[in-house]
């Protein structure tokens, strides 16, 4: 798995979205983590942390709920090709379209179809 982070390197704290940083650092995986990667990173997750698993297996008390919301909220967004695209547009920042439309970096840009119509 080459996009996939090391459960050692991981940040322990799952209790929300802020607290994780991101929803790959929720799932333990790099940006570059392909669909198979962030479901099996899912799965491993979810059998920790799901709270009906865990009790049963473990003598240890379960995990909070939120801990297992958060994993499955990250995997429902990274799992989705297109909302996955609008999320890892939002890590990078405001659009460069700052400059209103047919403008881009400060330069105009031309499209027939709307240039033409006179």
């Given at each position: 798995?080459?996009?996939?982070v090391?459960?050692?390197?991981?940040?322990?704290?799952?209790?929300?979205?802020?607290?994780?940083?991101?929803?790959?650092e929720?799932?333990?995986?790099?940006r570059?983590?392909?669909?198979?990667?962030?479901?099996?990173a899912?799965?491993?997750?979810a059998?920790?942390?799901h709270?009906?698993?865990?009790?049963?297996?473990?003598?240890?008390?379960a995990?909070?709920?939120?801990?297992?919301?958060?994993?499955?909220?990250?995997?429902?967004?990274?799992?989705d090709?297109?909302?996955?695209?609008r999320?890892d547009r939002?890590l990078?920042?405001?659009?460069?379209h700052r400059?209103g439309?047919?403008?881009?970096g400060?330069?105009?840009?031309?499209?027939?179809?709307?240039d033409q119509?006179?």
């Amino acid at each position: 798995m080459a996009g996939a982070v090391p459960l050692a390197a991981a940040p322990p704290a799952l209790a929300g979205t802020a607290a994780a940083g991101s929803l790959y650092e929720a799932l333990r995986v790099g940006r570059a983590a392909t669909p198979v990667e962030i479901k099996a990173a899912y799965r491993a997750m979810a059998k920790r942390l799901h709270p009906d698993v865990a009790s049963r297996t473990s003598g240890a008390p379960a995990p909070a709920p939120a801990a297992f919301l958060e994993i499955r909220r990250a995997y429902e967004t990274l799992s989705d090709p297109e909302a996955r695209a609008r999320y890892d547009r939002s890590l990078v920042g405001p659009s460069r379209h700052r400059h209103g439309p047919g403008v881009a970096g400060g330069l105009r840009v031309r499209r027939w179809e709307t240039d033409q119509c006179w």
